[in-house]
């Protein structure tokens, strides 16, 4: 079946650096990646999303490129703020399965210290 | 805009007892969602459903059900809840199956006792 990985479950960093969010998944059918970000005590919302091989989509400094060679959409940004911490969670969905359902990762909790 | 709304905010059960929580969204999506996200794990799918009085199992269907009434509503029913149970129930709609963006409710913070 579809799945998602995301490796980092846990994420700390100082404001000013840069953050890569590893995401990887696994399935038949031609995917459409999203990246979701979860603040404490507040519904998940949606950060990027893309279905096109190799093309860069950004959203608030956010960035992530679609690879379908290495079935990967990390995200990234280049400098963290204090307000970036949140949970991320990556997701799939796909094309000609046999529902149009959303496979989440784990989700990486992301803690950014001053 | 549009806003989902989830009811109650917290929900306190005790073990055996049947549980229900309510989702009403206004964007007048066709497709709606119950997810369960424990504490340091992803959104677990329990049931979904594409319009109204349509339901579909997700990945975690079993010891819950579901109604959608109507195209605006969408209830899960806990069977029976299981001790020291522990989970934040969130409600979802999207404009269609899966391609279209998620809107999630503010969930419902599942105790029982």
């Known amino acids: 079946g579809d799945s998602v990985t995301q490796t980092e479950g846990l994420v700390t960093l100082t404001k000013g650096l840069p953050v890569m969010l590893n995401c990887t998944y696994q399935t038949t059918y031609s995917p459409f990646l999203f990246w979701y970000v979860q603040h404490l005590n507040e519904a998940p919302k949606l950060l990027l999303k893309?279905?096109?091989?190799?093309k860069r989509t950004e959203h608030q400094g956010f960035y992530a490129t679609l690879h379908k060679s290495s079935s990967s959409f990390h995200l990234q940004k280049s400098s963290v703020q204090l307000s970036d911490s949140a949970l991320y969670f990556c997701?799939?969905?796909?094309?000609?399965?046999?529902?149009?359902?959303?496979?989440f990762g784990e989700g990486t909790q992301v803690t950014v210290i001053s | 805009g549009g806003i989902i709304t989830q009811t109650p905010k917290f929900l306190i059960g005790q073990e055996g007892q049947k549980l229900t929580l309510k989702c009403q969204q206004n964007f007048n999506h066709d497709t709606m969602y119950w997810y369960r996200q424990d504490s340091g794990k992803g959104l677990r799918l329990i049931y979904y459903?594409?319009?109204?009085?349509?339901?579909q199992k997700g990945d975690l269907s079993e010891g819950y059900d579901a109604s959608r009434e109507k195209k605006s509503s969408f209830s899960l029913t806990v069977t029976s809840a299981q001790k020291n149970e522990m989970a934040v129930f969130l409600c979802?709609?999207?404009?269609?199956?899966?391609?279209?963006?998620?809107?999630f409710g503010p969930g419902t913070r599942l105790t029982v006792l």
């Open positions: 459903s594409i319009t109204e009085n349509d339901l």
């Open positions: 893309s279905s096109t091989d190799n």
């Open positions: 997701a799939l969905s796909v094309t000609g399965g046999l529902s149009g359902k959303l496979t």
């Open positions: 979802a709609s999207s404009m269609d199956r899966g391609r279209a963006e998620q809107f």
